[in-house]
């Protein structure tokens, strides 16, 4: 009974480790989340903990459903991760939950004709065409691998996948049109949005959002 005790008190100490051999660091990332920091524990060899946050905003075109838009993605997130270091190296496997905020703003490019639903509309009949891209699910969990040292100054490397779930996307139309052709303009701006979204979940890979991160942390 004493030897089992004394070797199970062996195996608590390998795997908790002390707060004197604890490793506290801040890092900075940039990676498919966006730019951000981290706030990270070691406690022992083989396990971490790491709390972050990441912000990006930037412009871009896209033709979606063959109509032309200028697209303003926000990516904003912050990350709750357990590491297991099953080696005691650097290598580890990571999970936790992540704060889903990511978000696009897109506005129709009306230079020429566009087809809204099932008819196609001249400029002039359009006083804008704008929507937004979101995640209906906030709290989503996150799986990966990657590497980081225990070194006071270490390069990181992560790589994972977000189950973040299908976005979905709204579209509110604005027309010079006026009585029943209004109607039918609103039931058209309506079914493109139906047609944008089943383009989407016909692409089971927007499930999920790809994670690559790379970054430098410095331990005290």
């Known amino acids: 009974m004493m030897k089992r005790a004394a070797l199970l008190s062996l195996a608590l100490a390998g795997l908790v480790g002390t707060a004197a051999s604890a490793q506290v660091g801040i890092s900075i990332r940039a990676g498919t989340l966006g730019a951000g920091g981290e706030l990270s524990i070691r406690p022992s060899r083989y396990l971490g903990l790491r709390l972050g946050g990441n912000y990006l905003t930037f412009k871009r075109s896209a033709t979606i459903q063959g109509i032309d838009y200028d697209i303003t993605p926000k990516f904003e997130s912050g990350t709750a991760i357990l590491e297991l270091h099953p080696f005691g190296g650097s290598f580890h496997l990571s999970g936790g939950m ?97 047609n944008i979204q089943d383009d989407i979940t016909s692409r089971s890979y927007l499930k999920y959002h790809p994670v690559v991160s790379m970054g430098l942390r410095v331990g005290f």
Do not use: C, H
């Open 98 to 194: 992540m704060w889903n905020a990511n978000e696009g703003t897109v506005a129709a490019r009306l230079g020429g004709p566009i087809t809204v639903g099932s008819q196609t509309y001249q400029p002039s009949d359009i006083g804008s065409l704008r929507g937004l891209i979101n995640y209906q699910k906030k709290y989503v969990p996150y799986a990966g691998l990657g590497f980081s040292g225990r070194s006071r100054i270490s390069l990181l490397l992560d790589l994972g996948l977000v189950f973040s779930g299908y976005p979905t996307v709204s579209l509110t139309g604005t027309t010079n049109l006026t009585g029943p052709a209004q109607a039918i303009f609103d039931q058209n701006v309506r079914q493109e949005v139906q």
